[in-house]
């Protein structure tokens, strides 16, 4: 059944493929279930809650000035805001937006090749500004000499290559005249005429043609939520509208208005929202039957930032997608690209790195489950049971140097100890729940080497799992 939910999210674009995937989703969806109740029928979240490892971009017209304006470099996606740029000049950025180097093929392989399974792209972001071809506004890609359309390349890219699309869609938008309320500082850009159900009409319009031109959409990923003219009804009218364009389709929760601010998680049940969505940080604790993602730059900026050279080493992120997945969540990479359509070098670099680390442990990443573990002095830890046995996937930061790998408290038989990378196997013994695992001196990956304990059942660990932010 999961196979057949994967199989669809592959198939090519085009209406017939369209409604085959409509008919056999109505039949498998449902509505989020936590990870212990979807178990159970393989429902809407597997394919998402397996892949745990998604590219973020953010690509569009604040590309081109590349955080710089008049003279002041510290902008980025936000920069009609935070530059305080007058509409009418914003616009005139459409006339120079042609990405010649963008190859959609490019792209997606950068993101399959470091082991991401979707690829979340903005397909309107605040400044209201298209990267797709839409009936219901001029404002788009389309309208810039490039005349392509972007997101139509990229679905066909990623159903050619197995990657699952998904698409971030402001709802707060800067540009439309009908969208409230106007910056603080737009003093001279009239509201008059102004009418956000009327707005609203024209998300809805946008959505139909989002989920009906490019094939299975895996996430619709809602963005601008915060002001005060988006609605907790507003947002179960929206959830609801796009379930029933596409009901396979995952809906994060800033389609609502339950995030609690940038640590993500939705406040009750309430609110709509099958994730919940922490930025720029990653939970202290795991959060058993709850699904979540963080998404993370790789520098400080979302959008292009040519002077942001604060770049996240390679082993940072191995390390984070290690310590995001000990603890039940999915991270949300994201990648700036440059206007001319290509990634910044950095980026390109720590994706081939995490790609390195993937490709000889990506089993202990994906369909993994959170750690049964408090805490692990010397790093994470990701399970796989298959109901007779449990993989423990010991993430280990911090090589011990005595060649002593303690793990403590652990109740279970142990029937082997091996190295993921490479399969060699290692010595082990245990007394009182600690087992000692004999590893060689020299640490095989520096990042992160993973020590995989195969017991018996499910875990029996001693104290509950409380697991400490890195
Ligand atoms: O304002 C946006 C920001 O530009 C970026 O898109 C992030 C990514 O999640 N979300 C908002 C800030 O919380």
Redesign the pocket.
């Known amino acids: 059944m999961k196979k057949l939910i994967i199989n669809n999210m592959m198939m090519k674009r085009g209406f017939f493929n369209f409604l085959t995937m409509v008919v056999i989703t109505l039949f498998l969806a449902g509505c989020a279930q936590s990870p212990s109740e979807q178990e159970k029928d393989g429902s809407l979240m597997d394919w998402w809650s397996d892949a745990r490892f998604g590219m ?1 971009i ?1 690509w569009g017209l604040y590309s081109i000035p590349a955080g710089e304006w008049n003279g002041s470099t510290g902008h ?3 920069i009609r805001t935070t530059a305080q740029i007058p509409l009418e000049v914003y616009d005139t950025l459409i006339n120079y937006f042609n990405p010649v180097k963008f190859d959609a093929d490019e792209w997606v392989r950068m993101a399959k090749d470091a082991g991401m399974k979707y690829i979340v792209i ?1 397909s309107k ?2 400044d209201g500004f298209c990267l797709f071809d839409s009936e219901f506004t001029d404002f788009d890609v389309m309208s810039t000499p490039f005349k392509r359309d972007i997101l139509g390349e990229l679905a066909d890219a990623c159903h050619k290559q197995g990657i699952v699309l998904c698409f ?1 869609h ?1 709802i707060m938008d800067w540009h439309h005249p009908d969208y409230l309320p106007r910056r603080d500082w737009e003093t001279t850009r009239t509201t008059e005429g102004a009418d956000m159900e009327r707005y609203i009409t024209y998300l809805k319009s946008q959505f139909k043609e989002l989920t009906t031109k490019y094939g299975a959409v895996g996430v619709l990923w809602f ?2 939520e915060w002001e005060n003219t988006w609605t907790h009804e507003r947002g179960v009218d929206i959830y609801n509208y796009v379930k029933s364009l596409q009901p396979g389709i995952i809906i994060n929760n800033r389609v609502d208005k339950g995030r609690s601010g ?1 640590q993500g998680m939705t406040a009750s049940d309430e609110f709509m929202g099958d994730f919940g ?1 922490p ?1 720029q940080e990653v939970p202290a604790k795991g959060l058993p039957g709850v699904y979540w993602e963080s ?1 993370i730059t790789l520098n400080n900026n ?2 292009y930032n040519r002077a942001d050279n604060n770049w996240k080493s390679p082993g940072s992120v191995i390390r984070m997608l290690a310590d995001i997945a000990s603890k039940g969540g999915n991270l949300l990479l ?1 990648i700036g690209p440059r206007a001319d359509g290509t990634f910044p070098g950095q980026s390109i670099e720590t994706l081939s790195e995490v790609g390195k680390w993937m490709l000889k442990n990506s089993t202990s990443i994906y369909g993994t489950s959170a750690s049964p573990f408090s805490s692990l002095a010397w790093g994470r830890c990701t399970v796989k049971s298959d109901g007779r046995n449990t993989r423990l996937y010991l993430h280990v930061f911090d090589w011990p140097e005595d060649g002593i790998l303690l793990v403590p408290g652990l109740a279970n038989d142990v029937r082997k100890a091996y190295l993921l990378a490479g399969g060699k196997k290692l010595e082990y013994s245990g007394d009182e729940g600690d087992i000692v695992i004999k590893v060689p001196k020299e640490v095989p990956d520096a990042n992160n080497t993973v020590v995989v304990l195969l017991i018996k059942g499910k875990p029996e660990v001693f104290d509950t799992p409380v697991i400490v932010k890195e």
Do not use: K, V
């Open positions: 973020f953010h980025a996606e936000w903005t972001h605040h971030y402001s963005d601008g940038m969505t930025e998404c979302w959008g994201n």
